[in-house]
């Protein structure tokens, strides 16, 4: 009996701070189906007074948003894959190899996870600019490939993984690459799925260093899109609220559907550290 | 803060304009078919529509944009009547992009032949612009305001309307406190007591304001009223802020007795002065020219009527500041045949009022083309109405640099929410704006005011 | 010495080693360390990439940082910002992360993925949402609690209420970090636990807790980095207001590079910024008292 009152009071107090978790949402998706009188006006209501789809449509025609979106989805999966790779890769050679410098290499990319953006974003703008890179997606691209946060994770998680089946497969005469790719990659994937997840939502989330480095609205990223409208400058609350709407659920979605490999990354890789 | 009145201003032209052109569907075939003038037209400046341009071959030159499009596309559709030999494409980006890109495109080969200049990115265009074809003597006797825009002895583009504060008033809350069109307040005492009766309370709690100025005080009323006490924002040099004058004091306290003495409002009631208007909360705000087309768009509902801003004594040396809308830039690398086609086209839409009439109107701004002031489309907007008797006693202290207003707003700020005394915060707003224009190639244009002392 | 794991070093792996090796140090140099330099150098330097200004200034930068009372006060806040949310993150994360992980509760994954939603959400959006339902007129969070405050326009409320907007983003991180740090405990610790008697409390304070403690550093300096560092918020939803109540050093910096185009002066700011962190970091690693 106790048990079951402790139960239902524990569930309870977690609903509830569902509800406080999930309020804003529910406020942001229904303000998205309001006209921007609505969503300032003084007689607040949850619903929409007067249901419109029309946030839905300018934000597309006038902002072009499902480009922006297509673009983000673009750049945010192929850093994604790369930082994935080059953080396995050097998980791999950090934690298994053994050789002079190795202690001191490693606390170096420890020590670039401190560092905070404005330290180097104004130099790294120049020299994007030096390179003529401005306005290209190798702006974007290459100054993210390696991430002093993955191979971090990825060095912790990949020393968790025993070394025998290593030391078979090189006395089977397996080289470094095929084991690297055929055994280390497989085995780690609960770790990547945790890195993938950080990068993912990093890359998709990121708005200064897009902003300051593309140009053409057609290479335009969604996040810098979202404060098109929204940003400092407009009022546009529907049509921002109905793209944040949007913008949302590919990050949703790939943390929905690696939520276990993702857990159990973050498990192996966090914990020992 | 510049910034964001032109967004609103441009969205809400913009969503006026994609209303008409709902509700004007059926009008379309009256539309196209354009009117191609083939007399004379303009005052001083005269465009002659029978004079080839690029000698009949044809040419296709860009125009840069931001907001309205329907606006360029009638002021395009006109002026290719007249050249069919001519092709402008109209490239459209967001405010903010805008201005990152035009720059760069400017500075690379393919630039724009014509573009759109707003004068707080001054600085960063200046250097791509070509001067104008048309002599200064020309444009000074249609347009007013080209005084300020003479440098060496070349203007590179003017204004065409100029946006300023005025009051706006809800009428139904006029109505229901008694009040009438006799009682429009021409003084700041005046308008304090209308205040006080426009403004409605249960027990403490404000439940109307009868005035508010919240988030935007900075703006409307600290760099403005200052001119009807005869003070400048900067110095005789030009260069050297002066926000921390007694005259400014003087203002900032009349606004804390409004909430403080007065009780016609709170800092604590309606967080925007103009969201709140729109809301139907506060029955006053003094907003510049964009507020209309807001009001018109977003704010449907309400009732309004616009007066013009109250003066201290009646004989103010100058009523309000004003910021400029600018003409197009010419790109001075462009190839030639543009250029010529792009000085072309500016001509074509200085001389041609009804342009210069839908240009003011999509803005809300006062035209600057001396034949306008009494133009009837225009006098049909209250909110330029007011301003036209006194139209010549407004000033633009030219470009400002940014950290004025952000330094002011702090400041006002400190003293209605962090307690601080108004010395204390206008002389650290003083001390921060000198330091963020040390390096400012800014120098105010105050004393080209015409009735300046 | 380093040969002793596997002294056969193959061709490959010297191959797969010096590649790797090579790749990260060239990647790191030219991303990192150049532009650490170039800041650093720029750091006294007068430097207006606008108007093309780049003039050596001495100390002049530094000088001006150290005696900024804004950039002191912003540092306060910062530190009052980052401490506040941390230690609610990390409570709030721990206590329902082992709720979720008790028997009690049946549909873990799907209070885990609700409580994750605000972490994946733009935080431009959130801010703006946050400022609606902070309205004194027409917000939710006054209607609710029957108050009437001026949140964010008030200098006694303005910090809390973006440290609240915080917390409620960034809580679910903490959530499930601490999900998978107690799904990964030792089960044979707590069934030993069990054996001997232990009550729920005291396996929570002397087993799991001290269990969990690399989790709980991991949280704590991943999210003193990201704190320090947080300028979103502010820029939405008080651009350091009332007055200068809310400025957080990032902010500043912020403002000074991208909105003044103060790059040398914005560079310093950087710099000191950055070794506060550095101390922070390493006075939490000394405090948790790691091994490493």
């Given amino acids: 009996m106790k048990k079951k009152i402790y139960s239902i009071s524990l569930n309870l107090v977690l609903i509830l701070l569902g509800i406080i978790t999930v309020y804003p949402f529910v406020w942001m998706l229904s303000s998205s189906f309001k006209q921007n009188k609505e969503i300032m006006a003084l007689e607040q209501h949850l619903l929409p007074q007067a249901f419109i789809i029309k ?4 934000m597309n025609e006038r902002f072009d948003f499902m480009r922006f979106f297509g673009n983000s989805l673009f750049i945010t999966i192929v850093v994604t894959i790369l930082v994935v790779y080059t953080s396995t890769i050097c998980g791999y050679v950090l934690s298994k190899y053994e050789f002079k410098g190795k202690n001191v290499l490693f606390g170096f990319v420890l020590s670039t996870m401190m560092i905070p953006w404005c330290v180097t974003i104004i130099p790294k703008y120049s020299m994007i600019q030096a390179f003529g890179w401005m306005d290209s997606y190798k702006a974007l691209i290459i100054p993210a490939m390696f991430s002093g946060f993955g191979i971090f994770m990825m060095k912790q998680h990949i020393s968790t993984l025993p070394n025998e089946i290593l ?7 397996a080289n470094e690459f095929y084991i690297f790719h055929k055994i280390v990659f497989p085995m780690a994937r609960n770790g990547i799925s945790s890195i993938a997840i950080f990068q993912f939502l990093w890359s998709w989330e990121d708005y200064l260093w897009p902003y300051l480095v593309i140009n053409t609205k057609e290479k335009q990223l969604l996040s810098v899109g979202l404060k098109m409208f929204n940003g400092q400058y407009s009022t546009d609350y529907g049509a921002l609220f109905a ?6 659920v590919p990050v949703l979605l790939i943390y929905l559907f690696f939520q276990k490999q993702f857990i159990a990354g973050i498990a192996s890789s966090a914990v020992k550290g | 803060m510049k910034k964001k009145i032109m967004l609103i201003a441009m969205v809400s032209a913009l969503s006026i304009t994609s209303l008409a052109g709902c509700s004007s569907e059926s009008n379309k075939k009256e539309q196209t078919k354009i009117d191609v003038p083939t007399e004379v037209f303009g005052d001083t400046i005269k465009y002659d529509p029978n004079v080839e341009v690029n000698n009949g071959e044809k040419v296709t030159i860009e125009l840069w944009e931001w907001g309205s499009d329907e606006l360029f596309e009638s002021l395009i559709a006109g002026y290719t009547a007249i050249h069919p030999n001519v092709t402008i494409k109209l490239v459209n980006n967001p405010w903010e992009d805008y201005w ?6 400017l500075d690379g080969e393919n630039g724009p032949a014509l573009f759109n200049i707003h004068n707080s990115y001054h600085e960063n265009l200046i250097n791509y612009l070509a001067p104008l074809d048309i002599p200064i003597e020309d444009l000074q006797a249609d347009f007013t305001g080209v005084d300020a825009h003479i440098i060496d002895g070349k203007v590179y583009y003017i204004d065409y309307g100029m946006m300023t504060g005025t009051v706006y008033y809800n009428k139904d809350m006029w109505e229901a406190a008694g009040l009438t069109e006799a009682d429009i307040p021409k003084t700041w005492d005046e308008m304090r007591e209308v205040a006080k009766k426009l403004t409605i309370k249960n027990g403490d709690q404000i439940v109307q304001a009868g005035l508010n100025f919240n988030g935007d005080f900075h703006q409307n009323y600290l760099l403005g009223l200052n001119y009807q006490l005869g003070e400048n924002i900067f110095k005789e040099d030009g260069t050297t802020p002066n926000v921390n004058s007694d005259t400014m004091k003087q203002i900032m306290q009349m606004l804390v007795d409004f909430y403080e003495v007065d009780g016609v409002g709170s800092k604590d009631f309606g967080e925007k002065g103009a969201d709140s208007f729109g809301q139907g909360q506060s029955a006053m705000v003094i907003q510049w020219g964009h507020f209309y087309n807001t009001l018109n768009t977003t704010w449907s509902d309400i009732n309004f009527g616009v007066f013009e801003i109250p003066t201290f004594d009646g004989n103010p040396y100058a009523y309000n500041r004003y910021n400029g809308e600018s003409t197009f830039g010419i790109n001075k690398n462009a190839p030639k045949d543009q250029q010529a086609v792009a000085q072309d086209f500016v001509k074509y839409y200085l001389a041609n009022d009804n342009v210069q009439v839908a240009f003011n109107l999509a803005m809300s701004t006062f035209p600057a083309k001396k034949s306008l002031a009494n133009n009837e489309e225009i006098l049909k907007n209250p909110s330029l109405r007011v301003l036209a008797e006194h139209i010549d006693r407004y000033i633009w202290p030219g470009p400002m640099p940014e950290t004025v207003e952000n330094s002011l707003k702090r400041a006002g700020e400190e003293v209605f929410y962090n307690g601080v005394d108004i010395d204390t915060a206008f002389d650290e707003a003083q001390a921060t704006i000198e330091k963020d224009m040390k390096n400012s190639s800014f120098v105010s244009v105050e004393n080209l005011y015409k009735y300046a002392k | 010495m380093f040969k002793k794991k596997h002294p056969l070093q193959s061709k490959s792996e010297i191959l797969l080693r010096n590649i790797v090796v090579t790749a990260m140090i060239v990647f790191f140099l030219v991303f990192l360390i150049i532009p650490i330099g170039i800041a650093f150098v720029g750091s006294f330097h007068e430097w207006n990439p606008l108007s093309g200004t780049y003039r050596f200034l001495g100390m002049e930068n530094y000088k001006e940082v150290f005696t900024s009372s804004l950039f002191g006060r912003s540092m306060i806040n910062t530190l009052i910002f980052s401490v506040v949310v941390i230690i609610f993150r990390v409570g709030l994360g721990l206590g329902i992360a082992y709720a979720i992980y008790s028997p009690f509760i049946k549909y873990k994954s799907f209070f885990r993925a609700i409580y994750y939603m605000p972490i994946v959400t733009p935080m431009v959006a959130v801010a703006f949402v946050w400022k609606f339902m902070y309205n004194p007129q027409i917000g939710t969070i006054n209607h609710l609690l029957g108050l009437n405050i001026n949140w964010l326009m008030n200098p006694k409320t303005a910090l809390l209420a973006v440290m609240i907007m915080t917390i409620w ?35 929570f304070l002397h087993i799991i807790l001290p269990l969990l403690k690399p989790m709980t550093l991991f949280v704590v300096i991943t999210s003193i980095i990201s704190y320090v ?20 050093a990032s902010y500043i910096i912020y403002d000074e590079a991208f909105v003044k185009y103060n790059f040398g002066y914005a560079s310093a700011l950087s710099f000191v910024l950055f070794v506060i962190t550095a101390v922070f970091t390493w006075c939490s690693f000394r405090v948790s008292g790691s091994e490493e």
């Fill in chain 1, 55 to 58: 946030n839905y449509i300018t």
């Fill in chain 2, 100 to 105: 990152t890109k035009l720059p760069l495109a």
């Fill in chain 3, 169 to 203: 983003k960034d809580f679910g991180y903490a959530v499930v970090m601490y999900c998978a740090g107690l799904y990964s405990l030792p089960s044979d610790a707590l069934e030993a636990a069990k054996v001997d008697g232990a009550n729920g409390r005291q396996v």
């Fill in chain 1, 167 to 173: 030391e078979a497969a090189r006395s089977d005469g």
């Fill in chain 3, 229 to 248: 560092q947080a300028y979103v918020q502010i820029l939405i939803m008080t651009e350091g207001g009332p007055g200068t109540s809310t400025y957080l």
């Fill in chain 1, 243 to 248: 793209a944040t709407t949007i913008s949302i």
